[in-house]
């Protein structure tokens, strides 16, 4: 696992001030846009999930990037895929969650057809800074009929401490 998370890491590549002075954006592209990569990323996303989180039956990932992790995985592991998406993208009945940004408000939906009461979900995403995002698709789920059972990204940004008070939070690649 340690040497395929490092060629994970090695391939991504780093852009400082990117898309604002101060950030340093890390760009998952690299991974999708070879196939060797591809399989690698669906290995350690399989090999995770299958030991940390083995009752899940559904994978609901985040816009935009969350969607390339979850279909990396899912049907290898045997699970449907669900999106969240930013307002208005879904059609149908949607359960909504609004959030703070730092400036104003967003909201998130998700389809409420998508779910079932059985259903035991993990989120995914491939990044994890504030938490903001992740702790609007926590409470999205939690107001539906389904069990959240845990959440992964590929890369956490250790210092900004967005995972703190997610539970059964799990992450692969730290900076
Ligand atoms: O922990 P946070 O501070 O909330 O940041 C993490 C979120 O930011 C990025 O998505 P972004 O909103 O840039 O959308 P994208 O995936 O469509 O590029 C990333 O993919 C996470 O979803
Ligand atoms: N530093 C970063 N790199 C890539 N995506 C991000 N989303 C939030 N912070 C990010």
Avoid: W
């Avoid at 895929?81 to 993208?89: D, E, L």
């Amino acid at each position: 696992m340690e040497e395929k998370l490092k060629q994970l890491n090695d391939c991504m590549t780093d852009h400082p001030d990117f898309p604002k002075p101060g950030i340093v954006f890390k760009n998952i592209m690299p991974l999708f846009s070879d196939p060797e990569r591809m399989k690698l990323l669906g290995d350690v996303l399989e090999e995770t999930i299958r030991e940390k989180f083995p009752g899940c039956t559904k994978l609901v990932g985040l816009e935009s990037r969350g969607f390339l992790m979850g279909m990396a995985v899912a049907s290898r592991l045997g699970v449907g895929f669900v999106p969240i998406r930013k307002k208005g993208k879904l059609p149908g009945e949607v359960v909504r969650q609004e959030y703070t940004l730092e400036y104003g408000t967003d909201v998130v939906e998700i389809e409420k057809a998508s779910l079932e009461a059985t259903d035991k979900i993990v989120l995914i995403d491939d990044l994890i800074a504030t938490g903001g995002t992740m702790k609007a698709a926590v409470k999205l789920i939690g107001s539906t009929e389904a069990t959240l059972v845990g959440a992964l990204c590929l890369i956490e940004i250790d210092f900004l401490k967005g995972k703190e008070g997610i539970d059964n939070f799990v992450s692969l690649i730290h900076i």
